[in-house]
């Protein structure tokens, strides 16, 4: 039996959920998969699309990739057999669930990459001090040679610990009133979200903090979404506008693609901002807090520069 060298950064299970029902008999069902930047698009086969050579493969190991198969065929049976058909979910088939979403979170190559611009700030300043206490530069070669399996090895250490958080939360099933509209996904489904630091720049959302959310879209009808928020439970029809907004989350955390099951975009979906009053005035808010506090300090500062 053959090594699965060929591996998906995002299943073929999953994105078979997003397939264009419009396929013509006869043909290979396809996905519309879009540039981010462009939003060129082109119809690609799920097996044909976000996979790389030995991506989770470990100095010749496949247990990360054997794993996540396991993870993925386990999924897709619960997926089939209960979430499409809004049937709640046993406490087993809730923990694969939860596991599913913990590799989501951990195995696409935007969280490869954050992680190795993590290592080369810290190689960068290893060097630095290095450099500066005058001693062989050992642990930044460490660093360095740990730089290529650090997210294979991440994939497997993370998804038990995400697993565990996201088990405690609580889970809601967001699914679309009708057809006419569908949810998309990226080559990043897996995002954290909080309200209440969307404005900032400095800090980014945490599992465990009370107003985060863990948000993925798990087919054309259905997303779902954990929170700490003890009233979000279930299964939850969505209108329209919300659904259209969730999108432009889903495209907003886009890595290189993003992905649907036509051809026709929506303009709502690239816009920067949501067309809520409540969240524009927020963001209005928040800006002129932000610039009030920027001339107090500048006035501050410069009378006192005057005084000296």
């Not at 939850?236 to 693609?257: A, F, S």
């Amino acid at each position: 039996m053959s090594e699965p060298k060929n591996q998906h950064i995002i299943p073929q299970c999953y994105l078979k959920q997003f397939v264009d029902p419009k396929t013509p008999a006869g043909y290979e069902p396809y996905v519309w998969i879009f540039e981010r930047d462009t939003k060129v698009g082109r119809k690609k086969a799920p097996k044909n699309i976000l996979a790389e050579t030995d991506f989770y493969t470990l100095k010749g190991d496949y247990v990360i990739e054997k794993t996540l198969a396991q993870i993925e065929s386990e999924y897709a049976v619960i997926f089939e057999n209960k979430i499409k058909n809004k049937i709640p979910l046993e406490p087993y088939e809730h923990l694969v669930f939860c596991a599913f979403v913990a590799a989501m979170l951990q195995r696409t190559l935007k969280q490869k990459e954050n992680i190795e611009h993590f290592i080369d700030q810290v190689v960068d300043h290893a060097k630095q001090m290095e450099i500066v206490h005058g001693v062989p530069h050992k642990t930044s070669i460490e660093w360095e040679k740990g730089k290529e399996d650090a997210h294979k090895l991440s994939v497997i250490q993370m998804i038990p610990e995400i697993t565990k958080i996201l088990s405690q939360m609580n889970v809601a099933f967001l699914c679309t009133k009708n057809k006419r509209i569908s949810f998309i996904t990226s080559d990043s489904p897996a995002f954290l979200f909080n309200s209440k630091l969307q404005f900032q720049r400095f800090m980014g959302p945490g599992l465990e903090q009370k107003h985060v959310e863990v948000r993925l879209p798990l087919s054309t009808e259905i997303s779902v979404c954990f929170s700490w928020i003890n009233n979000l439970r279930g299964y939850i029809k969505l209108d329209e506008d919300m659904v259209h907004d969730w999108n432009r989350m889903v495209y907003g955390h886009t890595h290189q693609y993003f992905i649907a099951n036509s051809q026709k975009l929506n303009r709502r979906w690239f816009r920067r901002l949501p067309l809520d009053p409540v969240f524009l005035w927020r963001y209005l808010r928040y800006e002129i807090q932000q610039r009030l506090g920027w001339f107090r300090n500048r006035k501050y500062y410069g009378k006192n520069k005057r005084t000296r």
